[in-house]
């Protein structure tokens, strides 16, 4: 889907330098209408209703791709790494959270195939109803989950839902899943940022003591340290361990 929206994007880009004689020509285009006319059967309201509830939902798709995924313990260690590196918008936010979404592609791409076997196909086809679907697409998202979340997270929305002792996750509801993958998921990131930021600290924490002990009170210890750091984290190759690193969380 990325690249067809990027395909689409580059062709647009090309007939807006197209010639004028080029752009005279008469080019087909579909039309779309949208009208509001009378109903000859309740189906049919009833499929206009689904239609309406499905456009709505799609405004949410952006919190689903947040939440639901592997977007969030990656979006959040690239940007205490930034912080950690200390240099400021450099990565931008848009190559930070373009980075995230793409290795969220990667790690999801398991997931999805599944949803898309199990649910997707056999629901075009007209072999399992609207429901089934939901339900059958339900399974793979939540064992991923499961997967990521800790006994005690779990635990804790279901005391807090007060539903009964559960015997197999798998059996646990998703309104109590997703928060519990949520909080997850932020530890997990917390946590791997920490390990990040240390090395980066104590280089900080050297080039302070040493500017201190010569005397150089106004010279911001940044100034000295980040160059260092950037040092460092190419000779290490950091990208590649930070990448590598966060991929082995998800398996």
């Avoid at 950690?84 to 592609?105: D, E, H, K, W």
Wanted: charged letters at 10%; proline letters at 7%; a neutral charge.
């Amino acid at each position: 889907m990325f690249l067809d929206l990027l395909f689409c994007g580059l062709a647009a880009c090309f007939f807006c330098f197209l010639p004028d004689y080029a752009l005279a020509q008469p080019v087909p285009v579909p039309n779309l209408n949208i009208q509001v006319g009378q109903s000859l059967t309740p189906q049919q309201t009833m499929d206009t209703v689904k239609l309406l509830v499905l456009l709505t939902m799609l405004s949410l798709l952006p919190a689903f791709l947040v939440m639901l995924t592997s977007f969030t313990r990656i979006v959040v260690v690239l940007s205490i790494l930034r912080s950690a590196l200390g240099t400021m918008q450099i990565p931008s936010n848009q190559i930070i959270i373009g980075l995230a979404l793409f290795l969220t592609v990667f790690v999801m791409s398991p997931v999805y195939n599944e949803i898309d076997r199990q649910a997707i196909r056999p629901y075009l086809a007209n072999t399992i109803s609207q429901e089934q679907a939901v339900n059958v697409a339900q399974a793979p998202l939540r064992t991923f989950m499961l997967k990521q979340t800790r006994e005690k997270d779990l635990a804790l929305f279901v005391s807090l839902s007060k539903i009964e002792r559960l015997n197999n996750p798998q059996t646990a509801p998703m309104q109590v899943v997703i928060p519990s993958f949520i909080i997850s998921e932020l530890k997990t990131a917390f946590q791997i940022g920490f390990l990040i930021y240390l090395p980066f600290l104590i280089i900080d924490l050297v080039v302070a003591s040493i500017l201190m002990s010569m005397g150089m009170f106004m010279l911001p210890p940044i100034m000295i340290s980040l160059p260092f750091k950037l040092l460092l984290f190419v000779l290490v190759d950091g990208w590649y361990l930070v990448v590598k690193s966060l991929m082995e969380t998800f398996h």
